[in-house]
């Protein structure tokens, strides 16, 4: 798991970058083609990985409800995020890459509600969530490069 850790820090280096380099406006803005933003992919995959690991073993996450409803399966940008929600995402981003690690380190994720993604990996533990996080969290980084190109 120790690498599968070191991947995920990584990958979240790469989304604090577009949140420290790019402008609000630009993080907002949605392109045509598009159905989404930069600011809304950095929201999803926040609360995705709350709800595939913490959610997926039974326990409360480290977000808002709101924040679900804002940025979870099946949601698109409808209002622009503001600057304090930006510095919360920024807050979050990297800080719940600590806790999560901190709770598998002890223990914390005891069962796990197996399921299947609708992508068809079949999750049957918190590990194999955990890896399943940085596969989806590398598709959004995809749709990020593909974004900034118009932004």
Do not use: C
């Not at 933003?37 to 977000?63: D, E, F, T």
């Not at 600590?98 to 598998?104: G, L």
């Not at 590990?127 to 490069?145: C, R, S, T």
């Amino acid at each position: 798991m120790e690498a599968t850790f070191k991947t995920w820090k990584t990958s979240r280096g790469i989304y604090l970058n577009f949140l420290e380099n790019y402008t609000l406006e630009q993080l907002n803005k949605i392109p045509q083609g598009f159905n989404n933003n930069l600011i809304w992919n950095i929201g999803h995959v926040i609360v995705a990985q709350q709800g595939l690991v913490y959610k997926g073993a039974g326990l409360q996450g480290h977000v808002s409800d709101e924040m679900f409803g804002k940025y979870g399966i099946g949601t698109n940008p409808n209002e622009p995020v503001t600057a304090a929600e930006q510095e919360e995402l920024k807050s979050l981003l990297m800080g719940l890459i600590e806790q999560t690690e901190s709770d598998y380190q002890t223990g914390k994720f005891i069962s796990f509600h197996e399921k299947t993604t609708k992508t068809g990996f079949h999750l049957s533990s918190v590990e194999d969530a955990i890896v399943f996080n940085n596969f989806h969290e590398g598709l959004h980084m995809g749709y990020m490069m593909s974004i900034r190109k118009f932004v």
